[in-house]
């Protein structure tokens, strides 16, 4: 499953209903797309989706940088399982 399209169309659905476009490379962050609390969200959403557990360690900024850091950390989670 790619996770990119599934978690920009999450974004754009539950998280900020309003956004008109997301691109991969663009600030989650600094853009204020994502705050605090729209990343437990997201993180829970991925731990359902994607069959897997967020640590509190991978819980860092970087991880939630951009559409594609957040695909990374998605990716490399299954490589290790």
Not at 38 to 53: A, G, H, P, S
Not at 57 to 68: G, H, K, Q, R, S
């Amino acid at each position: 499953m790619q996770a990119i399209p599934v978690l920009k169309q999450f974004i754009k659905d539950e998280l900020v209903p309003n956004l008109d476009d997301l691109d991969e490379n663009q600030s989650l962050l600094e853009g204020g797309i994502l705050d605090s609390l729209r990343i437990m969200k997201l993180v829970t959403f991925i731990e359902t989706k994607f069959d897997m557990q967020i640590t509190d360690e991978e819980l860092v900024p970087d991880n939630f940088e951009t559409l594609i850091s957040v695909s990374k950390l998605i990716s490399n989670k299954h490589e290790i399982v």
